[in-house]
């Protein structure tokens, strides 16, 4: 179990996270929006276009995959849940949460997962 001063780590860590990643998907979606009603001169403008926004979409998904996983990294601290990997309910390591606050799996779970592609984050 988790002292109650590591979790508000973790908490304050991933109320940050979610403040910056809204802020970049909104960003992202006012930028996205913007090319998609800009005048297009000719063809190869159009292209170029069509390939940024398809490039940013495709950032904004992994940005919005991210943000769902710290909201639900931070429903776990509420449930009292967090730091216990969901496959093998066994703790997740300390240095992996420090560099992935928003871990739902533990090493092993995540790599072995990862290799069945499973899961991408
Ligand atoms: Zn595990």
Known sequence: MMDAERLSYHRQKLLDMKKELIE???EKYNEAIKLGTEGVQDSADE???IYNKNLMLGKVETDALKLRLVEQ???RIATGTYGVCIECE???EQKRL???PFA???TDCKSELE???LIKM
Do not use: D, H, P, S
């Open 98 to 100: 420090e560099y992935v």
């Open 24 to 26: 970049k998907l909104n």
């Open 115 to 117: 290799k069945k592609g």
């Open 90 to 92: 066994e703790e997740i």
């Open 47 to 49: 292209a170029y276009n």
């Open 73 to 75: 990294a931070l429903q």
């Open 104 to 106: 739902r799996y533990c």
